[in-house]
């Protein structure tokens, strides 16, 4: 454990900070703490992706790279949608 431990790199606890941030999002939603229409469920998911893709540009995957680039989008569409409404109401 320890020569795994060892081994991490910096980019490997980045990704990894950055997936338990978007589990725990979608954690808090399925428990009810948080509601997805809240500005706070888009942005930690942003987030998370972020720090996921730092770490895939270290150690690059295809379909994780591809996954993380529409989480992102739809991350970004999520906080557009909450301000648009906002505005509109």
Known sequence: MAAFIDSLTLADAVGSFGALIV???YF???MRM???DDLAFPILN????ILIVYSLLESFNLASMLIESFWILISLLGIVQ????RRAG
Request: glycine content about 12%; cysteine-free; overall charge positive.
């Open 82 to 85: 909450f301000f648009r409404l």
């Open 46 to 49: 942003l987030g998370g992706s």
């Open 34 to 36: 948080m509601n997805s």
């Open 28 to 30: 808090a939603t399925q």
């Open 23 to 25: 589990v725990a999002a």
